[in-house]
C-alpha cells in the first residue's frame, strides 16, 4: 500500500483550500485537518478555549502562536494522523509556525508544501459570494494582508528544501484538483 501523504497546503483566503483539501483528503485516505475548522468547533462548543479564540478569529487577528501549537501537536498526535497521513490547511501560517512544525514531525516530516494560486482580485471576488460570520469586510481585508505579511514567507522557507509546489488555483474544482493530483503524484513518485 502506499504510504500516507503528509502535505501541507497554503493559498490565501478564498483560494478553495478547504474544498480542495476536502477532495484530496477523500482521494488519499488521508485526514484533512484544518485549522480554521478545528477552531471554529471550539467556538460553537462554547468553550472557555473558544471564547478567546473568537475574539482573534471576528477580528481578522492570528490566534497565539503558543496556542495553535498545543492544537495541531496533540492532534498531529492521534494515532489516526499518524496512521492515515494528513492535509494540513491553515497551518502553518507564519515562520514561527513553520518551525513549530518541524518539531512535531522533523525538518523532513512534510512531504509536500502546494501553494494554491488565485489572483488576489479573484478571490475577493469569491469572498463576496461566501457568509461566514468572520467573512465580514475589514476582517477579510486584515487577513489577506497578514497572508501576504506573515505566510507569503512560507514559501522561500519551503522553497529553500525542496519542498514547495505552486498550482494555479483559477479554473473548475475538477481542473485544479486535477492539478494538485498531479503535482502530489509526482512529488511522492520522485522520493
Ligand atoms: P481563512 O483562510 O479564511 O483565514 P481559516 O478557516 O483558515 O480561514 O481560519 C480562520 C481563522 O482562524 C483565522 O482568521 C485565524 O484567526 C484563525 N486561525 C486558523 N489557523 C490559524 C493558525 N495556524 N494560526 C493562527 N490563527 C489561526
Redesign the pocket.
Known amino acids: 500500500m502506499a504510504s500516507p501523504v503528509r502535505l501541507v497546503v497554503l493559498g490565501r483566503?478564498?483560494a478553495g483550500?478547504?474544498t480542495q483539501c476536502a477532495r484530496l483528503a477523500q482521494h488519499y485516505g488521508a485526514l484533512h485537518i484544518?485549522?480554521?475548522?478545528m477552531?471554529?468547533a471550539a467556538v460553537a462548543e462554547g468553550t472557555e478555549f473558544g471564547r478567546k479564540?473568537n475574539e482573534?478569529?471576528s477580528a481578522?487577528?492570528?490566534?497565539p502562536?503558543d496556542v495553535?501549537l498545543g492544537v495541531v501537536t496533540d492532534r498531529l498526535a492521534k494515532p489516526d494522523a499518524v496512521e492515515h497521513g494528513f492535509l494540513l490547511?491553515?497551518?502553518?501560517?507564519n515562520v514561527s509556525?513553520a518551525e513549530a512544525l518541524d518539531g512535531m514531525v522533523g525538518a523532513d516530516g512534510i512531504d509536500r508544501v502546494i501553494d494554491i494560486d488565485v489572483p488576489l482580485e479573484v478571490v475577493l471576488e469569491r469572498i463576496k459570494g461566501r457568509a461566514r460570520s468572520?467573512d465580514n469586510e475589514e476582517a477579510v481585508r486584515r487577513?489577506l494582508e497578514l497572508y501576504e505579511t506573515q505566510t507569503r514567507p512560507l514559501t522561500a522557507f519551503y522553497e529553500a528544501r525542496g519542498k514547495m509546489a505552486t498550482v494555479d488555483g483559477v479554473g473548475s474544482e475538477d481542473e485544479v484538483f486535477e492539478r494538485l493530483r498531479k503535482v502530489i503524484d509526482e512529488g511522492s513518485q520522485r522520493s
Open positions: 483566503q478564498g483550500k478547504g484544518s485549522t480554521g475548522d477552531l471554529r479564540a482573534y478569529m481578522g487577528d492570528l490566534v502562536d495553535m490547511d491553515g497551518y502553518p501560517r509556525q468572520d487577513r
